[in-house]
């Protein structure tokens, strides 16, 4: 069964940085669409960026286009989301999520995903 843990959430100044990492492990299947998504205190959950990991394609939310980085690294089985420029409407719980989909999407993704724990990002003015 597949396990995701994401890491490097946490407080900064608008107009810093940030680096999340989502571990997957104990997959028995590879998942081709990864992605994160974010929710905030009384809102939608929402998609952030997701990235096919077959071919490689990335797929962003235009709040987070030109800010948001998303990237695998193979060897280490991790999905990375380096957020950059971040604003205060950035602070949210960001999940890491994993699918088998034949075409992936930020759309598509949450219908077939599993899920992580989360980790908190907070980013005060």
């Known amino acids: 069964q597949e396990h995701l843990k994401e890491s490097g959430g946490g407080s900064v100044q608008a107009g810093g940085s940030l680096r999340l990492s989502c571990e997957v492990s104990?997959?028995?299947?590879?998942?081709?669409?990864m992605g994160w998504f974010r929710q905030a205190p009384g809102k939608e959950r929402e998609g952030v960026a997701a990235?096919?990991?077959?071919?490689?394609?990335?797929y962003y939310a235009d709040s987070a286009k030109g800010r948001f980085t998303i990237s695998q690294d193979n060897a280490n089985n991790t999905v990375n989301l380096q957020m950059n420029t971040l604003k205060t409407e950035d602070s949210a719980m960001y999940y890491c999520a994993a699918g088998l989909l034949s075409s992936c999407s930020l759309q598509a993704l949450p219908s077939s995903a599993r899920w992580g724990q989360g980790t908190q990002v907070t980013v005060s003015s």
């Open positions: 104990g997959y028995t299947e590879s998942s081709t669409c």
């Open positions: 990235i096919a990991t077959d071919i490689g394609g990335t």
